[in-house]
Structure formats: C-alpha cells, structure tokens
C-alpha cells in the first residue's frame, strides 16, 4: 500500500508546487519581454536623436547671418575684379588706337601679360616716342598746306633716291634686261621712263651718268622703233639714240645717250616708282 502511494505521488505532484512553477515561468518571461521592450525603445530613441542631431545643422546654416556677408563680400570682390578689368582694357584700345601705328614684335601681347600695369607703362613710353617721331617726320618729310588740312608728306623707301614726285633705286649690280625688269616689279617699280635731259642730271650723281644703265625702253618690231614700257613711242628729240645693231632690242642710257644692246648682256639698271605720300 506504501508503495502504491509513493508511485502515486512521483505521478502527481503537488498543484500547488505545479501553479507555483507556472507563476514563475510566467513572471520569467515577462521581465524578459520588458527588456526586450525597453532596448527597443531606447534604440528608437537614439535612432531618433540622431536623426534630430544631423538635421539640425542644416536648420543653422540656412539661418547663419555671418555666411550671408561673406558671400555680400565675395560678390563684391568679384564686380571690382571685374571692373578692374574692363577699365585695363578700354585703356589699353585708346593707347593702340592713338599711336595709329603697328607694335612692335617683341611688345608682350599675351592675356596673361597685357593686363598689367608693367604692360601699362611700356605702351605708354612707346606711344611718347611715337609722339615724337611723328614730329620729327613732319618737320623733315611734310609740307604744310595754306587750307589749315594736315600736312602732307611724301617718302622713298631706304636707299632710293628722291627727286620731285619719283623715287629712284640705282643699282650697283649688273643683270640682264630681263631679270633687270622682274628685280624692279618685285619691288612695286618699273625700269626707268624719262622725260627730258633734266631729269637725268637730278638722278645720277657725278661719276654714274659713265656707267650704262638699262632703262624701260625697248624696240618694237612692229613699230620698228623704240617704244617706252608703257606704250608710249620715244620722242627722237629728246635724246641722242646711237644706231641699233641687229638684236639689239634692249635699250641702255650712258652719258645721257641712248645705246641699243643685246638683252642678254649684263649692266646696271635703274628702277623707279612714285613716292609714297600720307598725312600726319
């Protein structure tokens, strides 16, 4: 019977120890679940305070009064470069315009280097000495007129000679007449016409009027004379023409005398173009 009891009892415990185990399991996990509970709040929390403390930055520089005037003194730095510029280069037009002539090659010329004051004080020395060539032209080169106009000034490039209103370039070299007549077209002029005597005596100096010249003068054989490279017929009147000997189609002037040679022969030769006039 003894036994019986104590089976019994291992096979049905106590309710009241049973209810008490539930108890406890039950308060168990609820104090788990408030943990739980209570970790999730405060990652919410801290997930909310930092979202709250990276915005609000923003909400501070959008009201920041001391980035509002630096960006007002940027701004106004800028318009200042700016018009700094643009009066450098409205100087820089009126300098070039004014000195009416070309700079020279060496004159700094690049962005970079035009808009200094350096550039500045170049240009305007360059246009001082300009100033004063200009003067010392007209004074040397031009002729006032009586109608109060500018003068007018006439000019024969560098190593010609100038009589009246023609520049002569007398050669030192010999050629034939051909090439004679390319040299004086590859400088803007022509072989030598003439007018009369006269103007013989103002071009060669003493000494040259011995040496034979090839002039812009030769014979024609449908004319069957000495005709001018211009078309106009040489005047037998004006100078002593010595007689032509077969192929001597070319003319030369010696000694104010008019010899025909052969084209192919070697002489001097004397180019001529009009001077060059312009006003100061």
């Known amino acids: ?36 509970d209570m970790g999730t709040r405060e990652e919410e929390e801290e997930e909310t305070y930092t979202v709250l403390h990276l915005e609000a930055p923003h909400r501070d520089l959008s009201r920041c009064p001391a980035c509002s005037r630096l960006s007002l003194a940027l701004g106004i730095m800028v318009l200042f470069l700016l018009l700094t510029v643009v009066v450098q280069s409205v100087l ?7 000195s009416r002539m070309a700079l020279p090659p060496d004159l700094p010329t690049t962005p970079s280097t035009i808009n200094n004051d350096s ?7 360059l246009y001082r000495n300009m100033s004063q060539t200009v003067q010392t032209i007209r004074k040397h080169l031009c002729v006032q007129s009586g ?6 000034c006439q000019i ?3 190593s010609w000679r100038q009589t009246q209103e023609w520049c002569y370039y007398i050669s030192n070299d010999k050629k034939s007449w051909n090439s004679s007549v390319e040299y004086c077209s590859s400088r803007g002029s022509r072989l030598m016409t003439l007018d009369g005597k006269n103007e013989m005596d103002e071009i060669l ?11 812009g003068l030769v014979y024609s054989e449908a004319d069957e004379q000495l005709v001018w490279l211009h078309g106009a017929p040489l005047e037998q009147n004006s100078f002593t023409v010595k007689k032509r000997k077969n192929e001597s189609n070319c003319a030369s002037l010696a000694n104010n005398e008019i010899y025909p040679k052969a084209c192919n022969s070697q002489k001097k030769w004397i180019c001529e173009k009009r001077v060059f006039r312009f006003n100061l």
């Not at 820089?92 to 004014?98: D, G, H, M």
């Not at 550039?119 to 020395?125: G, I």
């Not at 109608?147 to 007018?152: E, F």
């Open 1 to 36: 019977m003894a036994d019986e009891l104590d089976a019994y009892s291992e096979l049905d415990p106590n309710p009241k120890d049973e209810e008490k185990g539930k108890e406890e399991e039950e308060e168990e996990e609820e104090g788990a679940y408030t943990e739980l």
């Open 92 to 98: 820089i037009f009126q300098l070039s315009k004014a």
């Open 119 to 125: 550039t500045l004080a170049v240009m305007e020395d």
């Open 147 to 152: 109608d109060g106009a500018d003068p007018t």
């Open 156 to 158: 024969c490039p560098n």
């Open 205 to 215: 100096q003493k000494g040259q009027a011995s040496d034979y010249y090839w002039i």
